[in-house]
């Protein structure tokens, strides 16, 4: 699982990044690389040939793919596979971050966001199926990422549940987003810790941290990249880099856009409790 070429996670020890979506980015983030900041970059794929990341040639980059639907019973689509395993073999990325979605933001299924599966066996053997071909098609693990969750359908007990019986069945990888986890606990009422006991923890290998706000017109949660993280996600940084055994990677998730300062102020944050 660690990346020998760059040294991601060769120690041992989670490392902090930060998320890249545009080339607006990468001014900031090579300053906060050569500044110590961060380790490597997460980038989203597929990228458009001539707008890939320039953050610097010894900075490491994590691959991650929130657009291929792999609740879907179409099956992921392999010309964008193809394209983001084309980046991940140029970057030697350990694993492939992918959202565990119905519809996604990719055209074949664009209804503005991500949309989450009906959480029930039938779904979860489609994805089962999904992620075990993708994972070949890759030649890498694949690590699966919930969005955040504003009712629940289906027959299993929870979003967290599903995640755990794909994962599980799929032998893959896990991202565990604290903003969408903490977000879904607010839509649904739940208590803030909730789900942490049926996660399969040796299967976590990456944390997404970001800020959450409250809807302007309903009364649900979303994380938003604009904002700063919570002082308590920052604390579960601080418990889960000591208790997840498996933990390599903590990304940061920032707006191009949102004040630089912001990013550095929480990076150093994050830096801190992940000491």
């Known amino acids: 699982m660690p990346n020998p070429r760059t040294g991601l996670g060769c120690s041992g020890r989670a490392v902090l990044g930060a998320r890249w979506d545009e080339p607006t980015q990468n001014e900031r983030l090579r300053r906060a690389f050569e500044d110590g900041l961060i380790d490597y970059i997460e980038a989203n794929y597929p990228i458009a040939r001539g707008f890939e990341p320039e953050v610097g040639d010894d900075t490491p980059v994590l691959v991650h793919c929130p657009v291929n639907p792999l609740a879907s019973a179409h099956g ?26 119905w519809l996604s933001a990719a055209s074949e299924g664009r209804l503005g966001y991500i949309v989450n599966p009906i959480f029930c066996e039938a779904t979860r053997d489609v994805a089962v199926e999904n992620v075990r071909a993708l994972s070949v098609f890759y030649g890498r693990p694949v690590a699966l990422e919930l969005a955040p969750v504003y009712g629940m359908t289906g027959s299993f007990a929870s979003e967290i549940h599903f995640l755990t019986s794909v994962a599980e069945q799929a032998d893959a990888l896990i991202i565990f987003d604290l903003a969408h986890w903490t977000a879904s606990n607010r839509n649904l009422g739940r208590p803030p810790d909730f789900g942490l006991d049926v996660l399969p923890r040796e299967r976590i290998v990456e944390l997404h941290i970001a800020g959450i706000r409250p809807s302007r017109s309903t009364g649900f949660w979303h994380d938003s990249h604009g904002d700063l993280p919570e002082v308590a996600m920052i604390e579960l940084v601080r418990e889960f880099v000591c208790t997840l055994p498996s933990l390599r990677a903590v990304t940061f998730e920032h707006l191009d856009g949102a004040d630089e300062g912001d990013l550095r102020q929480t990076l150093k944050a994050l830096r801190a409790a992940m000491a």
């Open 76 to 101: 992921f689509n392999r010309k964008l596979a193809a394209q983001v395993r084309a980046g991940a073999e140029f970057h030697d990325s350990p694993w492939i971050g992918e959202h565990l979605c």
